[in-house]
């Protein structure tokens, strides 16, 4: 199948494109650099042997998006495009809502306006704030989220519902990502954050490197097992074969669907930060710090819908999640630049 994919470059959609083109599909790219380099796509081209079709330029452009669906006529779109700063969108709401819903909204109707009508979008287990009970399934109540980022992941799933409502031949994929972390295995792909990272893994991988001196964990008096938050760990390589089967499915004209994309299991803080210091071979020093403001305890995913109707389960554990990110890290410590 063709696939537009927006975001592509991105931490998820590089290592997305990497399992497209291995099953087969044909793969477009657009975005705008904002988050990512294009380097991302050499290192798809070095691993995959093909050179993804790249255009630069922003989702709320409709004029580019229409002359990328007049050119390439994809079947399915995965919509990866957007900001996902959590701190960052309570300080710079606009802008969050400007690229995260403006630019849906841009996208969808250069899709309607060429007849593509099938979707798969990138959202978040924020959408179920603070869970009532874990394992948390699909059918659960939404909505009480914190902060603007949240926000506009729960609000484009509103968006896509109501579009799917009002013409049953729209099919559209919601896909809730739990905490996605790692590299691919070549150590020639990973994830990139620009500043100090505001993500767990990413922080710890900085620690490990030498950029940042010790790792402040947020809180030791919660109700789980050691007192530190606990979060269900998805392996980036995993996560992007998802992507994969929610496209197969796709094909078969499902209408609207929601998977989670976890796997089942929970860590704490302290048992990723004891994971990481075995993969890189010491003890990485950390720091009980305060609690980080809209943090929930625990948060970790029922699986078993995404493997029941798409045939997919996460397969790498935690001990190979940080190995790979250790590798990317290690090999590129300042990322792609
Ligand atoms: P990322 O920042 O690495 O990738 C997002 C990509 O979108 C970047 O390459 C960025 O340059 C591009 N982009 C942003 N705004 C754009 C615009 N207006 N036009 C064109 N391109 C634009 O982030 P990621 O971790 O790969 O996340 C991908 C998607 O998954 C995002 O929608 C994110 O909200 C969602 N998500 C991520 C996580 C996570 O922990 N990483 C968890 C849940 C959901
Ligand atoms: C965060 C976002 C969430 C987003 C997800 C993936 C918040 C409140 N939520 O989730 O919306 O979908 O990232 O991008 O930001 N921790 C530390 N020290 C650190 C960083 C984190 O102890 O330096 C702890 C946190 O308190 C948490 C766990 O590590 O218990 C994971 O944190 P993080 O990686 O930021 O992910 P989430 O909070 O689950």
């Known amino acids: ?38 380097e991302s796509l050499n290192r798809v081209a070095q691993i995959t042997g093909t050179e993804p079709v790249f255009y630069e330029g922003d989702i709320r452009d409709q ?17 990866f495009a957007g900001l996902k ?13 400007d ?6 909204i841009t996208l969808l109707k250069a899709m309607k306006e060429s007849g593509c009508k099938n979707i798969i979008f990138s959202s978040s287990a924020t959408v179920y704030g603070k869970p009532e009970s874990v394992p948390i399934r699909e059918d659960f109540k939404v909505g009480e989220v914190t902060n603007p980022y949240g926000r506009t992941k729960l609000m484009i799933e509103q968006i896509l519902q109501d579009i799917y409502a009002a013409d049953n031949s729209w099919n559209v994929i919601l896909l809730r990502y739990f905490n996605p972390i790692g590299a691919h295995k ?14 767990l893994l990413p922080y710890i991988a900085k620690v490990a490197v030498g950029q940042l001196d010790h790792i402040n964990v947020f809180g030791n008096d919660y109700d789980t097992k050691d007192g530190t938050g606990v979060r269900d760990y998805i392996h980036v390589v995993d996560l992007a074969y998802g ?3 929610a496209l ?10 929601i998977y989670n994309l976890g796997t089942g299991n929970g860590y704490s803080v302290l048992e990723m930060i004891r ?3 075995k993969a890189c071979g010491r003890d990485l020093p950390y720091v009980i710090a305060d609690r980080r403001p809209g943090d929930i305890d625990v948060c970790y995913a029922d699986p078993a819908l995404a493997k029941k109707e798409l045939g997919w389960e996460a397969k790498r554990g935690i001990e190979e999640m940080c190995e790979d990110a250790w590798r990317w890290q290690s090999n590129n410590p300042t990322g792609y630049r």
């Open 248 to 257: 197969e499915k796709i094909s078969e004209a499902p209408g609207l669907k």
């Open 1 to 38: 199948m063709k696939v537009l994919v927006t975001g592509g470059t991105g931490f998820i959609g590089s290592h997305t494109l990497v399992e497209l083109i291995e099953a087969g599909h044909d793969v477009v790219v657009v975005d705008n650099l904002v988050n990512s380099s294009a």
């Open 99 to 104: 690229n995260n819903i403006a630019g849906t």
């Open 85 to 97: 700063a959590v701190g960052e969108s309570s300080s710079k709401p606009l802008e969050y809502y």
């Open 186 to 199: 070549s150590g020639l792909m990973g994830e990139d954050p620009q500043g100090i990272p505001n993500n």
């Open 243 to 245: 992507h994969v089967k």
């Open 275 to 277: 994971a990481f210091s």
């Open 63 to 79: 004029n580019l998006l229409l002359d990328i669906f007049g050119k390439e006529a994809p079947e399915a779109v995965i919509h």
